[in-house]
């Protein structure tokens, strides 16, 4: 059974659904496992012709377990991503289901979502096959069993690239062995408003963790969205990788929590005026740019679980964010717009669904 | 007749009636007149015993004509500034109805103010006597008249210096001669918003014309509001200085329109999102200094004015201007209060008085 990309838009994606343990903080728990056929060369020496037999023949391999296997996800998307629409590649890495790599790249390259969108692979990004499946809130352990058993049903289909000695072969040294990444995405405001987030992620590299933005590798931390995970997979099971970032995130939300507490006992005022004012800018802005929504949407969050603010649910903030973004924007409004008439859709978007009469009717329009 | 200083607070005095023509743009029209007594130093030179008996001669002169002459005001508060709390003394500034100097001046000093804040009368601030007239709108003409009657009937109480070479003799040199200042108060946001005011006051100064900002002589000009008024008295009749800052007037007007007009057709879309916003964040923030107040409630007027903010109405905002001034601010709130203080409480008299839920309720206060 297959579904088409234009049912995803109405919702928020399972990784800004709001659900799940610690759903105040963490906004979603994600593995990911890298993996490569064996009979064929790593995509940077792929030919044009390797690329397509590998889609292809992934392809019918994954719709052969669809149909066979009960415990294959039954509802799936087969996205053909180089003959997407530029907006529909940019609407897929909002949802984070593919990377920007993917998006970006060129020759054959899909994507496989599951309705739901807690299972994704990707199929020719950096490797020939990265599969993902990402849960709502803290959720690792869930997370590491279902793609541990997805990944054996595909193995049942595929001859990975395997080396005894290092483990699954991949075209980045820095997943060789098991291929795995785990990964969480934090909303950190109180330790960028108290300013201890650097000092925080630079101890977090000393343990080889890695943090990244929203979008990953080089995006900016925007909206205080911060993505942590393992630095290598090497000479580490899947088991403990998982366990070295499990452990750490109840130190981060610690951190986070005593921030929170912190700004309210201490500058609750100011604190409560933050993020008061930018729900009042969300309300009334008549052009406003994607950033700025990020910032203002984060303070709004943290006032919502802060209790500072309490006539909007947090599901309709997390909906924003990713509403709000370039592409779902577009696909929401039926139409492509340039950065200008985005901005002023955007703040019109946000007026209608944060129910502000906004005060300011239009002009002369 | 008198009365009492509180019965002013609820109302935003003459000043901010939003009354009068072409209230849109100019605030107020005001001349004021600078007058001595010939039978004592002036103030510079004054003893403190010459002080208290210039401030009883003028007193008893005024409550004699308060009196007996019914073409004079007939309820005036009679207000000892001296004996003023400090809180009060600044209530008087920010209606325009004292300057800064005879506030925080000492020795025997006084204002006479009528009940409706059209007339005062200071004394022993520069000069023995300055006698102020002020109207809603622009409306010099009136003024004038009116100021020149009362000055007519002051005159017959009380022998001012004068020489037959000089005319009015005065503590100043700019004052010498008809001792008369006229001004108008313009609220030229769009001259800001379009970096053009700076070269049209360039141009008023190269005729002789003053610019200061909403508190006299030194003070920024807050809230976009400017005082245009002449520099020298000098060699010339009150009614050619009361022509030359009225022909300017509608100078002035057309340059702030067109600077409107430009904006709504070239930046109609950034103009109402500054509007917007301001109206968003007076009714939201939680904290707000006086200064990012006058700053956002100018944007609000100008926005009701072109027609962008439409539900509510300038007489809220004119009044909105003065009580939040800090001392109006206190009064109002009925107790001394800190800056700090005072921030809070700025902010949750606008919310209440623009009717913003807010949209944040307070938290754990």
């Given at each position: 059974m297959a579904f088409n990309?234009?049912?995803?838009?109405?919702s928020s994606g399972e990784w800004l659904r709001?659900?799940?343990?610690?759903s105040d903080i963490v906004i979603s728990s994600r593995v990911r496992l890298a993996r490569n056929l064996a009979d064929f060369p790593f995509i940077a020496r792929a030919t044009e012709s390797d690329r397509e037999e590998i889609e292809r023949q992934l392809r019918t391999r994954i719709e052969t377990l669809q149909k066979?296997?009960?415990?294959?996800?039954?509802s799936l998307a087969y996205v053909d991503v180089g003959r997407l629409e530029e907006i529909d590649r940019q609407f897929l890495v909002e949802r984070q289901l593919i990377s920007r790599e993917l998006a970006e790249g060129d020759g054959a390259r899909a994507v496989v979502i599951d309705r739901g969108e807690q299972f994704s692979v990707m199929i020719n990004?950096?490797?020939?096959l990265r599969i993902q499946v990402m849960h709502s809130g803290l959720d690792l352990e869930t997370a590491w069993e279902q793609i541990n058993t997805l990944d054996d049903l595909l193995e049942e289909q595929i001859t990975y690239a395997w080396s005894?000695?290092?483990?699954y072969l991949t075209a980045c040294p820095t997943n060789v062995g098991t291929g795995v990444r785990v990964s969480v995405m934090l909303h950190l405001p109180a330790l960028v408003i108290t300013r201890q987030v650097d000092k925080v992620f630079r101890s977090l590299q000393k343990i080889n963790l890695a943090v990244r933005g929203l979008y990953g590798e080089?995006?900016?931390?925007m909206g205080d969205f911060y993505q942590i995970s393992n630095q290598v997979t090497l000479g580490q099971s899947e088991q403990e990788l998982t366990k070295k970032v499990a452990d750490i995130v109840p130190v981060l939300l610690g951190y986070e929590r005593k921030a929170r507490d912190f700004l309210m006992q201490e500058s609750q005022q100011t604190l409560h005026d933050r993020v008061s004012r930018a729900y009042g800018i969300l309300r009334t802005a008549q052009t406003i740019s994607s950033e700025e929504t990020l910032h203002l949407l984060s303070s709004v969050r943290m006032g919502i679980n802060l209790g500072?603010?309490?006539?909007?649910?947090i599901p309709t903030i997390n909906k924003l964010f990713i509403h709000t973004q370039p592409a779902h924007l577009q696909k929401i409004a039926g139409m492509e717009l340039d950065t200008s008439d985005r901005n002023i859709e955007r703040a019109s978007y946000l007026r209608r669904h944060l129910d502000g009469n906004g005060g300011a009717s239009a002009g002369h329009n």
């Open positions: 990309l234009e049912e995803l838009a109405p709001g659900a799940g343990p610690e066979e296997n009960e415990k294959f996800p039954s990004e950096e490797d020939h005894d000695k290092l483990g080089g995006s900016q931390a500072l603010i309490r006539d909007v649910e």
